[in-house]
């Protein structure tokens, strides 16, 4: 394998691998959220119960983001990702013919960490596989593929269950990814068959570039495209408390500029812990309304069909739009203020899906939508923006661990309380930890990030 600079056909062979890479896997990571009436009619469970084929996958990938990431230099970045798309295109295929629902959350557990291999490992392939000037655009390119492929996750199989059933829904879209996932397989087959040599010549020591490698960075989401450096560059000195952590943080270091604070396993420092926990209290909110919207739907006085839900999915969309303009928000504003403003639009949103219209429940949860990428955007590019004494990737890889967490714990405790208190019950859960995220916000305006020189 050559190790100069790689030629047009093979950058865009490779951008184009990552970007349907990330719509195979992410294709099927939320499939069963839309369908979680019929498969709990199907199997005579409760709705927490089913709600766990949400949960399980979340968190496996959870668990297995970073050892992924630790463990591709070994095997080869190519074939990590190659093993994951076919295999959780197989494991997919397997859903609709698991006899129980402990199976069932097996294979949905199994799935998650096939889909883990690919968010830990597409970014570092590319930083590897492009020339620099090539890898912005890829990356872009990269995160078009997780938010399409995130969309249709719910809105294909939705669709797809309308005419073959909550069964041939998910093989529908179980036997589109795995064409992807071929798809994927042959655009990557130069480096998935490399010797050893030449494979170990392509996968360089990334831990020398720890500090800028975007292995795990919140662009791995399918549904979030961070403002990355545009919103971490937009933070101004205007925004004096932002730069009021960094420096507490580093009053330590006997006042030698220059010094730099030891790293720590779990970096917490400069309000680190406060941007962990607005992801996950976010998530908690975001995953949890929409795992439940369906149930919702489909009960009186509507009784929807899984179609029909589907298309409750496309309000996702608001979020593409929200995370294009909030570069733009982040040159005028502060990201507490847009986080704050965020938390309040989210609010409003929750309030009004408790009336019972399609009209204003539609309204509803596109505004908190809005709220919660106002939110969630602004915290993922703080994870990964560089800091005095902090591994910015690591810091991003614990915030999208957290994520996914928040995201299991959601749809979980959505069901519970959906189960005993109906909607109201999930409105709750919502304001409850938007008001967590409104406090976190005001009493610790010093989280955020720092104008890079």
Sequence with gaps: MSTGEPSPTSTRRTVAAVFLAGVSVFLVLYETQGLLPAIRDAYGIDGPTASLTVSATNVAMACFLIPFSMLAPRVGHARQIGAGVIVAAILALVLPFTPTPELLIVVRFLQGVAIASVPAT??????LRLPSAALPGAIGVYIAGNTIGGLCSRLLTGLASEFLGWHGGLAFTAAVSLIFGLIVVWLLRHDLFSTARSRAVLDTDVSDQSDTDPTLTEAADPDAVTAGDDAADASTDSDGADDETETGDNADDGGAGSAQPPRRAIPLRGGLWRIYLTGFLCMIVFGGSFTMLGTR???DPWHLSEGA??????IYLVGTV??????RLATKFSRTRITLAGMVIALAGAGLTLVDSLVVIIIGMSLLTAGFFLGHTGASAAA???RPGVDSTRSAAIYLTVYYLGTSLGAWLSAVLFADFAWPGVVAMCVSSLIVVFVLTLTGAPLGFRKRS
């Excluded at 597409?122 to 930083?127: G, K, V």
């Excluded at 839900?309 to 496309?314: G, S």
């Excluded at 929200?322 to 570069?327: I, L, P, Q, S």
Aim: charged content about 0%.
């Design 322 to 327: 929200v995370t294009t303009y909030y570069g």
């Design 297 to 299: 739907l489909q009960q």
């Design 122 to 127: 597409a970014m570092a392939y590319l930083s």
């Design 384 to 386: 990964s923006a560089a």
């Design 309 to 314: 839900v589907a298309l409750f999915f496309l």
